[in-house]
């Protein structure tokens, strides 16, 4: 996308233009590793204030070296941009009016009721669903979160992706050529569908009636409840820099009371593969522990670390010659354990004939927040090998665990 850039705060000033003020910011890193593209917040009551802003009035955000610096206010009234900051080092970003650059987007994300309630989002680097009414309406059991796997492109690929798979014109011809000659229908089918990477991306991840990719579930009597396809949505941020998402379920029976809730607000950042997930349980009369789940299609790699607050899976993908999808889980607080949970042979065949989860245990006190981070990356994408997931997972935790110092003055 073509971009128009603002001039620097002090080229303004020598144009007589009326900004005569600016707000700077600094930002400090206190942890022994280079922190690129992190988003940072701030109050945008603050900067209006500081600034002396009119309602209607835009900013504009310059690094140390007069670069321009992309930003977004989020639902929240929060000031978000992403930052550089060497090793135990600083950064000093400055604030002022003007008209902003134009900006790419490099997250976003809305319903897809076109198939069956999907709720589809993405970012530069990955995509994901989750399912909704429709879905459920029909007797499926789409518990757990889906995967769209993606590579070369930043740009957003899922309206696209979607307006191939569900072309009528297109599978009307492949239900005619079925009556026919099926090799051809399953070709034509090829040459459109989602679930194969026609360059960009693909969904290749299979979910069923599992935790799927990071779903977060309470346990009653040493079951896992499952929770099923969200109920409503609310979209609250929709880029350019982050996309914000907030679901709520259908009441669920929980130790025989029917009417526990379940919400969660999804956030995810430009950059990220992770995303940012608060859960809450309202109507929920005694504390229970809960699990966070990562299905497993074979016995293969998986990692837990649980005093360093991540755990990982290698994932096979279906079809053939599609890689390996690397998934994690990431905690900003203590978890208590992390084990491989495998099925036994009668739920394997209930669950899609999946092996089992990997699972992080925790416990959840009614009226607070349960924050946690799941996501993936792709062996055909940046993410080339488990090694180099592990070592991303390790550093996210880290960032998460000791946040950038942020000062405005």
């Known amino acids: 996308m073509k971009k128009i850039f603002a001039l620097p705060l002090v080229a303004l000033s020598l144009m007589g233009c009326q900004q005569t003020q600016e707000v700077v910011v600094t930002v400090e890193n206190p942890l022994s590793m280079e922190r690129t593209g992190e988003m940072v917040e701030l109050s945008m009551d603050e900067i209006a204030t500081r600034l002396n802003l009119p309602d209607t009035a835009q900013l504009v955000i310059f690094d140390a070296e007069l670069k321009e610096v992309p930003y977004q206010i989020t639902y929240e009234d929060k000031v978000i941009f992403p930052v550089s900051v060497g090793a135990g080092g600083t950064a000093t970003y400055t604030i002022g009016q003007g008209v902003p650059a134009t900006v790419s987007v490099r997250a976003c994300g809305r ?26 309406a029909k007797g499926e059991r789409g518990f757990g979160y889906d995967l769209f796997l993606k590579r070369a492109t930043t740009d957003p690929i899922l309206e696209d992706l979607y307006e191939k798979e569900l072309d009528p014109a297109m599978w009307e011809k492949v239900n005619e050529l079925r009556k026919t000659d099926k090799k051809a229908a399953d070709d034509l089918v090829n040459t459109f569908s989602y679930h194969v990477d026609h360059g960009v991306g693909m969904d290749c991840y299979a979910v069923g009636p599992t935790l799927g990719a ?23 941020d929709n880029g350019p820099l982050r996309f914000t998402v907030k679901l709520t379920f259908n009441p669920m029976a929980v130790k025989g009371d029917t009417s526990v809730v379940e919400t969660r607000v999804i956030t995810l950042d430009a950059g990220s593969h992770l995303n940012r997930t608060a859960v809450s349980y309202s109507n929920l009369k005694e504390a229970l522990p809960l699990v966070t789940g990562i299905v497993l299609h074979d016995e293969g790699a998986v990692m837990t670390a649980t005093e360093e607050g991540y755990m990982t899976y290698v994932d096979p993908t279906t079809g053939t010659d599609n890689g390996q999808v690397f998934i994690g889980t990431a905690f900003p607080a203590d978890v208590k354990e992390m084990k491989k949970v495998l099925f036994s042979e009668q739920e394997k065949k209930q669950r899609n004939n999946a092996e089992g989860h990997l699972l992080a245990y925790s416990d959840y006190e009614p009226g607070s927040e349960y924050v946690y981070y799941w996501g993936f990356g792709w062996n055909r994408a940046d993410v080339k090998d488990i090694e180099t997931w592990n070592r991303y997972m390790a550093d996210f935790v880290q960032k998460v665990r000791h946040p950038l110092h942020v000062t405005v003055k």
């Open 214 to 236: 990071g779903v977060t579930a309470l346990m009653s009597d040493g079951e896992i409840v499952y929770p099923w396809c969200y109920k409503e949505f609310e979209v609250l």
């Open 111 to 136: 319903q897809y009721p076109e198939r069956l309630d999907d709720m589809a989002w993405e970012n530069d680097v990955v995509a994901f669903r989750a399912y909704g009414p429709a879905l459920q």
